[in-house]
């Protein structure tokens, strides 16, 4: 699976998250609005939110 490390965005932006990979990996992505706070997970599975 290959995922951008990070991803910065102003407020109200809109920005595409992308992953890559095989159809037998399950992606993830963390969203960390504050840096030094813990991150929050925002869709697992591929697609949950």
Known sequence: ????PS????LGQ???I??????YNYAGW???K???TA???VIY????R
């Open 1 to 4: 699976v290959t995922q951008p």
């Open 39 to 41: 991150p929050v997970t």
């Open 30 to 32: 963390d969203q960390q």
């Open 18 to 23: 992308t992953c890559s990979g095989s159809s």
């Open 45 to 48: 599975s591929s697609n949950q």
């Open 34 to 36: 504050v840096p030094g």
């Open 14 to 16: 809109t920005i595409p």
């Open 7 to 10: 991803v910065s965005a102003n």
